[in-house]
């Protein structure tokens, strides 16, 4: 299967999920408050597919643009005409003010309990992760200042415990908003135990593209590989230049190979420009040259050969970590890991707001794709947890008090509860243009920004 055809299953398995969980959230309490449903689409548009099932003859459609989905109701449009008289008590405007902020809060509501549900099932199954062992980290950056010399295992950021990889970034992450520094208490090889205050300010305002991570000067520990090729795709770059598995490379362009590390920091670091390879075969020293081929990551043009390394021989015990909890703490862990991420996206979307955050961080359908079919190439564990931050993030944009999203509808609401009446229909046109003003122009920036990682400059 091709990569394109891979990232469009993995891409459009990922949103029918999304979709029909939220949809079905609105139409479950829809149901339980006594509403009639007309139409449930996944999609907006010509339905491409429909049919009509249960008591109320719902019709159930797919629409021919999939980029969302809706649940239309009795009454809710009002210029549907007029209910019949024996159903008036099936209408959606009819409902009180309390059962109609239920039906429009459902949909975000089962994003939300779709990422806990996620996170739990991941963290009761466990994921092998990297420990969090720090490398020497870059030369007159924070982390050296701080007094990182690499080889310490990370213990806590502040007052988070650190088991992963994941959680240190994880745990910096959040810190970098509203903080300037932070301690860490680290374990050396030698089991001794110390603090060090790390400053975050570098990582508080990203590049897209930019790791915050690394603007710290903290790296990942990466033991020394010898960079013997384990594997070679047919068709690559590697395999036109007669490269195969077993091959030892000893040197790119005059420089001496001391880890793979040091292969796949040059290739990627050179898309597009030939290379001389030396490597070693039956003994024999040849060389070869290969030309990186380029390809998008993330917003950045890297090169890549088609080849991969031997590490059969690498003691992963020291490197790798798994990670499993019982159904009640890895419960709490789950709730607390979507309030934490859904705090972060909040926080995110304030700064940008502000201007302290670049709009160019915001991301539109073609990189959520990318990154769909990157996660399914990591796994079905990896593919879950990107499902899960998606869901909880799609939860958070549409609680925004954004007219024609369900934050804007809840907002009414609100409105309705403190006037004593319903907003007048002069009122909701004027919200309604301003909130599909806002929704298009997000859009626009969000897809801009699309295409600008893929095509650099």
Do not use: C
Request: glycine content about 12%.
């Amino acid at each position: 299967m091709n990569d394109f055809l891979f990232y469009a299953i993995a891409f459009a398995l990922l949103l029918g999920i999304l979709i029909i969980v939220h949809e079905f959230g609105h139409y479950a309490v829809a149901r339980l408050a006594g509403v009639k449903v007309l139409r449930f689409s996944v999609g907006f548009g010509r339905p491409i597919l429909r049919w009509r099932a249960g008591k109320d003859d719902t019709e159930w459609a797919i629409g021919i643009f999939p980029l969302g989905g809706y649940v239309r109701m009795l009454g809710e449009d009002e210029g549907e005409g007029e209910v019949a008289p024996h159903e008036a008590g099936r209408s959606f405007s009819r409902q009180s003010v309390w059962k109609r902020i239920a039906i429009v809060a459902a949909g975000p509501l089962s994003n939300l309990l779709l990422a806990v549900a996620v996170y739990w099932g991941l963290f009761m199954y466990g994921m092998e992760e990297l420990r969090p062992v720090l490398g020497v980290p870059v030369a007159g950056s924070p982390a050296e200042t701080a007094g990182i010399r690499g080889g310490e295992r990370v213990l806590k950021v502040g007052e988070d415990d650190v088991e992963t990889w994941g959680d240190l970034r994880w745990a910096l992450l959040k810190r970098t908003v509203a903080r300037d520094s932070i301690a860490l208490k680290l374990v050396d090889e030698r089991g001794a135990i110390g603090f060090h205050r790390l400053a975050l300010a570098e990582a508080r305002n990203p590049e897209p593209g930019q790791d915050p991570i690394g603007l710290l000067g903290l790296r990942l520990f990466r033991p020394i590989i010898p960079a013997l090729l384990g594997n070679v795709v047919p068709g690559s770059a590697a395999a036109a230049a007669g490269l195969k598995p077993g091959d030892l490379l000893l040197g790119i362009d005059g420089k001496t190979i001391v880890s793979w590390y040091d292969v796949v920091r040059t290739v990627r670091e050179s898309p597009g420009v030939p290379l001389r390879f030396d490597y070693r075969r039956d003994g024999l020293t040849l060389a070869t040259g290969i030309t990186p081929v380029p390809e998008n990551d993330g917003g950045q043009k890297i090169g890549r050969i088609g080849a991969s390394v031997d590490d059969s021989g690498v003691d992963r015990s020291n490197l790798l970590i798994t990670v499993r909890y019982g159904p009640l703490p890895a419960l709490n862990k789950a709730l607390t890991e979507t309030w934490d991420k859904s705090l972060f996206s909040l926080r995110m979307m304030g700064r940008m707001l502000t201007g302290a955050l670049s709009w160019r961080h915001l991301s539109g359908p073609v990189t959520i794709a990318d990154y769909a079919g990157q996660s399914a190439r990591l796994g079905l564990a990896h593919y879950l947890n990107f499902l899960a931050l998606v869901s909880l993030s799609l939860a958070v944009l549409n609680l925004l008090p954004v007219p024609v999203l369900d934050g804007g509808h809840l907002l009414y609401y609100v409105v309705e509860i403190a006037k004593g009446s319903p907003l007048s229909d002069k009122y909701l046109m004027i919200g309604q243009k301003i909130g599909l003003a806002v929704v298009i122009t997000l859009m626009a920036f969000a897809l801009y920004n699309d295409f600008t990682r893929l095509i650099p400059g």
